[in-house]
């Protein structure tokens, strides 16, 4: 069954470093999401991309975050200058159509 | 904007059934949705509701009532693997996900 990979697993880094991290979405979706999750926490939305381009943000994902699609493959969160409070599960996500969202993995981001 | 409430812990006994409530207000619905987190993993899709009514997958029940801005998630012939988060979550906007802040279910034997 196809399913949506993140790399890396976990990622470690000091503040104010760069990170990025990466997402292969399933082959034929269509829309393409990030959230977080701090420990403990609630899922919270990040940013929905569609049509090779932004669809929608929350209010964390301000202008030290950006998303890009490079292929037709990879679907990548970047971090400009971490903070401390950006420690947490990153989820990649992805749909065809309809309501079913597909979540990644995680990626454990780790910021010292 | 959107806001779920529902409980934060249940915990029931093996082979029971739960029941875990999510009330919600939103601005714009297009339904209910519930999904499932063990410690760890990533939220996993168990059910959406669009209408009023009952949707039944397996052990799995998911109820929506518009009116009451209401649903709840129903779970059945409990097992030990069904210990895990629960979270009711609504579509906003192009579906992002609002997710609830989840409820944590406990099956002891």
């Known amino acids: 069954e196809p399913e949506v990979t993140q790399t890396p697993s976990h990622q470690v880094t000091q503040m104010g470093q760069e990170v990025i991290l990466r997402c292969v979405p399933i082959s034929n979706h269509l829309y393409f999401y990030w959230y977080r999750q701090i420990l403990g926490q609630k899922v919270e939305f990040l940013v929905s991309f569609y049509n090779n381009e932004i669809s929608e943000k929350s209010e964390i994902f301000d202008d030290q975050f950006s998303v890009e699609r490079p292929d037709g493959s990879n679907f990548t969160l970047k971090i400009r200058s971490t903070k401390l409070e950006d420690s947490a599960m990153y989820f990649c996500a992805s749909k065809y159509e309809g309501e079913t969202q597909y979540f990644g993995p995680g990626t454990r981001l780790l910021v010292l | ?109």
């Open chain 2, 1 to 109: 904007g959107q806001s779920l409430e529902q409980p934060s812990e249940v915990t029931a006994v093996e082979g029971a059934i739960v029941q875990i409530n999510c009330t919600y207000q939103t601005s714009g619905f297009y339904g209910l949705s519930w999904y499932q987190q063990h410690d760890g993993g990533a939220p996993t899709f168990l059910s959406y509701n669009a209408l009023d009514g009952l949707e039944e997958t397996g052990r799995f029940s998911s109820f929506l009532s518009r009116s009451d801005s209401y649903g709840y998630l129903l779970l059945q012939e409990l097992q030990m693997k069904d210990s895990a988060s629960y979270f009711c979550a609504v579509p906003s906007g192009n579906t992002p996900l609002v997710f609830g802040k989840g409820t944590r279910l406990s099956v002891i034997a």
